[in-house]
């Protein structure tokens, strides 16, 4: 097949490629000047695009089947693309129409590989159909067996962007036709894939929800009747939640910081992720010992006796504890409240030395010979800072910091608290739980 002079039909709205039966409106008068030269040429031409203002290197020989009107005057024609054909150059022709040389090509013989290619490809575009719910479309592929006529059928796509057809055209080997078409194809269905993914997580979420709302309901309902509410049943957790806090003995900032909260939780759907965080703070909040303290007993002498029935030696540490002890009895003599001073009534020991020379136990002296509760609080092997400062509120399954849960462990607030194994404290990318122990301190 020679190389031959054709008119050329700019396609300025889409791309033809063979097989592709269509109706083209002649608008302009280029592409009526076109079907005129046509009409002297056994009434085929060549469909060439034109994006962005440049033509294709590859235009479709198409074949006039039919002319006519549309609803308006507007003449069209009815072509069938036969073949590709590699553009070449101009030439002088009749009237405005612009003539080029084409030559045109067939599909080689379909390779094992172009074979393979083309069921794939075949597969994947049913899936598509079988998506998006028009499964019957596959049946245009019934009638098409030929690999290269199936990587055509992608100019059916209203999806696929001009420049892609393009490109499809251009496309004149066969497995590197397949190929392209059968990446496209595949993204396309990823996309669908993840979409009916997403929908129905969200669906079964939203059942879920409602399931779980309705069932809530009816939980509620019988421990009414049963006379069983707690404080996870709706407007009763409020009210709870407010007996708790009457209850309280705890300094005023902290009981507004409360009742901001029980506002925002009764206001806050129970189906809201920001009402489980709510609940889970209060709930923190009212276990610990607001206004349960320890009565301390500054005895020195007994406080000696017991230092020394506990512990063998250990008399530099022993009196330095007793020095601390007998400040501490000296400044409650006096009337010295640590509030008028500006300073905290906290202490803050060091006690360092080789495992097993006493150092916890030396810790549980001090709390029973003060009357104080004591709880030991093991930091070895702690790397998350959230574990002393407490993780964030929003955190599935946040819980309080170390220091909070050994407080609510004690009873009191003011215990006896050990930090234990401090020096095996670990900072990596999660972060400086040294740094954080320090704030929490100070």
């Known amino acids: 097949m020679g190389?031959?002079?054709?008119?050329?039909?700019?396609?300025?709205?889409?791309?033809?490629?063979?097989?592709?039966?269509?109706?083209?409106?002649?608008?302009?008068?280029?592409?009526?000047?076109?079907?005129?030269?046509?009409?002297?040429?056994?009434?085929?031409?060549?469909?060439?695009?034109?994006?962005?203002?440049?033509?294709?290197?590859?235009?479709?020989?198409?074949?006039?089947?039919e002319a006519g009107e549309l609803?308006?005057?507007?003449?069209?024609?009815?072509?069938?693309?036969?073949?590709?054909?590699?553009?070449?150059?101009g030439v002088p022709g009749?009237?405005?129409?612009?003539?080029?040389?084409?030559?045109?090509t067939e599909d080689q013989a379909p390779t094992e590989r172009a074979i393979e290619l083309a069921r794939e490809?075949?597969?994947?575009?049913?899936?598509?159909?079988?998506?998006?719910?028009?499964?019957?479309?596959?049946?245009?592929?019934q009638g098409v067996s030929d690999p290269g006529a199936i990587a055509d059928t992608a100019g059916?796509?209203?999806?696929?962007?001009?420049?892609?057809?393009?490109?499809?055209?251009?496309?004149?080997?066969?497995?590197?036709?397949?190929?392209?078409?059968?990446?496209?194809?595949?993204?396309?269905?990823?996309?669908?894939?993840?979409?009916?993914?997403?929908?129905?997580?969200?669906?079964?979420?939203?059942?879920?929800?409602?399931?779980?709302?309705?069932?809530?309901?009816?939980?509620?309902?019988?421990?009414?009747?049963?006379?069983?509410?707690?404080?996870?049943d709706g407007a009763d957790a409020v009210e709870e939640y407010r007996r708790r806090l009457s209850e309280m003995t705890m300094p005023d900032s902290g009981r507004q910081a409360i009742e901001r909260e029980l506002e925002r939780f009764e206001r806050t759907s129970e189906q809201s992720p920001e009402h489980g965080w709510i609940r889970t703070w209060l709930d923190t909040i009212t276990e610990l010992p607001w206004g349960q303290r320890s009565e301390d007993d500054l005895?020195?002498?007994?406080?000696?006796?017991?230092?020394?029935?506990?512990?063998?030696?250990?008399?530099?540490?022993?009196?330095?504890?007793?020095?601390?002890?007998?400040?501490?009895?000296?400044?409650?003599?006096r009337g010295v409240a640590a509030a008028g001073t500006g300073r905290g009534d906290g202490l803050i020991l060091a006690l360092v030395g080789p495992p097993g020379v006493g150092k916890t136990s030396l810790g549980e002296s001090v709390a029973r010979s003060l009357g104080r509760r004591f709880v030991r609080v093991a930091l070895g092997g702690v790397r998350d800072e959230a574990e002393?400062?407490?993780?964030?509120?929003?955190?599935?399954?946040?819980l309080p910091g170390r220091i909070v849960r050994a407080i609510r462990e004690a009873g009191t607030m003011?215990?006896?608290?050990?930090?234990?194994?401090?020096?095996k404290l670990g900072s990596d990318w999660r972060g400086d739980p040294t740094s954080a122990l320090l704030e929490v301190l100070d």
């Open 414 to 423: 003011n215990p006896v608290i050990l930090l234990d194994e401090i020096d």
């Open 3 to 65: 190389t031959r002079v054709l008119p050329v039909l700019p396609l300025t709205t889409g791309v033809v490629l063979p097989q592709m039966v269509v109706t083209l409106a002649l608008e302009t008068p280029e592409a009526r000047a076109a079907w005129a030269a046509a009409s002297g040429a056994d009434g085929e031409l060549v469909l060439l695009p034109r994006v962005n203002g440049s033509y294709a290197r590859v235009g479709t020989i198409a074949k006039v089947d």
């Open 388 to 398: 002393i400062r407490g993780h964030r509120r929003t955190y599935v399954g946040a």
């Open 299 to 333: 005895d020195v002498a007994a406080a000696r006796q017991v230092l020394d029935a506990d512990h063998t030696g250990l008399s530099d540490v022993k009196d330095r504890i007793v020095e601390y002890l007998a400040v501490r009895k000296l400044r409650a003599d």
């Open 94 to 104: 009749s009237g405005d129409t612009l003539w080029v040389q084409v030559d045109p």
């Open 121 to 141: 490809y075949r597969l994947v575009v049913e899936a598509i159909l079988e998506h998006r719910g028009a499964g019957r479309l596959a049946e245009l592929f």
């Open 156 to 232: 059916y796509w209203p999806d696929l962007a001009v420049e892609r057809k393009v490109e499809l055209l251009e496309t004149i080997d066969v497995e590197e036709r397949l190929g392209k078409v059968l990446a496209w194809a595949r993204d396309v269905l990823g996309e669908l894939e993840l979409k009916e993914r997403i929908r129905s997580d969200v669906t079964e979420g939203m059942e879920k929800t409602q399931r779980e709302f309705l069932l809530r309901q009816q939980l509620a309902a019988i421990r009414k009747e049963l006379g069983e509410g707690g404080p996870g």
């Open 71 to 89: 609803r308006g005057g507007v003449p069209a024609l009815v072509v069938r693309g036969l073949r590709r054909a590699v553009i070449g150059v």
